[in-house]
T-cell receptor, first 111, second 116 residues
Framework: RKEVEQDPGPFNVPEGATVAFNCTYS??????FFWYRQDCRKEPKLLMS???SGNEDGRFTAQLNRASQYISLLIRDSKLSDSATYLC????????????FGAGTRLFVKA | DTAVSQTPKYLVTQMGNDKSIKCEQN?????MYWYKQDSKKFLKIMFS???????INETVPNRFSPKSPDKAHLNLHINSLELGDSAVYFC???????????????FGAGTRLSVL
């Protein structure tokens, strides 16, 4: 089993739709979780950290389910500008500064 | 006032050559990384330095040698380039603090390496 797994997509949704992505991780001792966004031919950028209690930032909501070892990202009222690849990132708590990136989920929002 | 800058942005070279990629961050971070993103877009960590000390060294051919002259710089030298080295190489940095912030990484724009 891969350390971090994501559905590669692509997810094709119309503007205004709600879309959700899941990401599973294998190390139950993992401590920190993040969602990054990567636009085509650009560098990854932090979208949001994922807190144990779940957190929201505008149209974006992140959830953590430790029992089932997955994190989720919900995007409400999708915009054309949300089209990107969304990377799930997990710190496996092996000490040090290592983080594991998922392969990403591609999202296309169409007019 | 770019936070993490890499040079060059594009690198096209022949097999067997030796090349270097430079990275500098002006964020005052203690930790820097090199990642490789291949054609399948999978982002894989190669190396990490904390205060000029190597702390992560993944399974990478020893043709790849990182060098950190100070904590604001992390360069990557590649010897005897091979076709399979073609990829985008990203430099990143993160602060050394406690809590969640220590693993938030800031990436450079990437270096697109093509080996012919």
């Amino acid at each position: 089993r891969k350390e971090v797994e994501q559905d590669p997509g692509p997810f094709n949704v119309p503007e205004g739709a709600t879309v959700a992505f899941n990401c599973t991780y294998s190390n139950s001792a993992s401590q920190s979780f993040f969602w990054y966004r990567q636009d085509c031919r650009k560098e990854p950028k932090l979208l949001m950290s994922v807190y144990s209690s779940g957190n929201e930032d505008g149209r974006f909501t992140a959830q953590l389910n430790r029992a089932s070892q997955y994190i989720s990202l919900l995007i409400r009222d999708s915009k054309l500008s949300d089209s990107a690849t969304y990377l799930c990132v997990v710190e496996p708590n092996t000490g040090g500064f290592k983080t594991i990136f998922g392969a990403g989920t591609r999202l296309f929002v169409k007019a | 006032d770019t936070a993490v800058s890499q040079t060059p942005k594009y690198l096209v070279t022949q097999m067997g050559n030796d090349k270097s990629i430079k990275c500098e961050q002006n964020l005052g971070h203690d930790t820097m990384y090199w990642y490789k993103q291949d054609s399948k877009k999978f982002l894989k960590i190669m190396f990490s330095y904390n205060n000029k000390e190597l702390i992560i060294n993944e399974t990478v051919p020893n043709r790849f040698s990182p060098k950190s002259p100070d904590k604001a710089h992390l360069n990557l030298h590649i010897n005897s380039l091979e076709l399979g080295d073609s990829a985008v190489y990203f430099c990143a940095s993160s602060p050394t603090t406690t809590g969640l912030a220590k693993n938030i990484q800031y990436f450079g724009a990437g270096t697109r390496l093509s080996v012919l």
